[in-house]
């Protein structure tokens, strides 16, 4: 059974940080394209970051700078560092899994306010 598992989502003051995490299980994780995404009330779900097999990386230009994926394929986990955080990144975050098959987390939320 595949499962993503995030977490490290929270409360955060504007300008703070979090980290969030994705935990993979049963999956080849080393082979699979992994993505956070996004989704704030009233919006559409958004792509964020991504990192290939490879480690390629690319980013939402609003995020660009300020938020970096990585990814531990010994651990079978992807992260997301997020920096200088503004209200603007409330949502909720997803983690999703492409390659053969393509699978999402359950979500974690954000919140940054003041």
């Known amino acids: 059974q595949v499962q993503l598992v995030e977490s490290g989502g929270g409360l955060v003051q504007p300008g703070g940080s979090l980290r969030l995490s994705c935990a993979a299980s049963?999956?080849?994780?080393?082979?699979?394209?992994m993505e956070w995404y996004r989704q704030a009330p009233g919006k559409e779900r958004e792509l964020v970051a991504s990192?290939?097999?490879?480690?390629?990386?690319e980013y939402a230009g609003s995020v660009k700078g300020r938020f970096t994926i990585s990814r531990d394929n010994g651990e079978n986990t992807v992260y997301l560092q997020m920096n200088n955080l503004k209200p603007e990144d409330t949502a909720v975050y997803y983690c999703?899994?492409?390659?053969?098959?393509?699978?999402w987390g359950q979500g974690t939320q954000v919140t940054v306010s003041s």
């Open positions: 999703h899994g492409r390659f053969v098959g393509d699978y």
């Open positions: 990192i290939a097999s490879a480690g390629i990386t």
């Open positions: 049963g999956i080849i994780f080393r082979l699979y394209r």
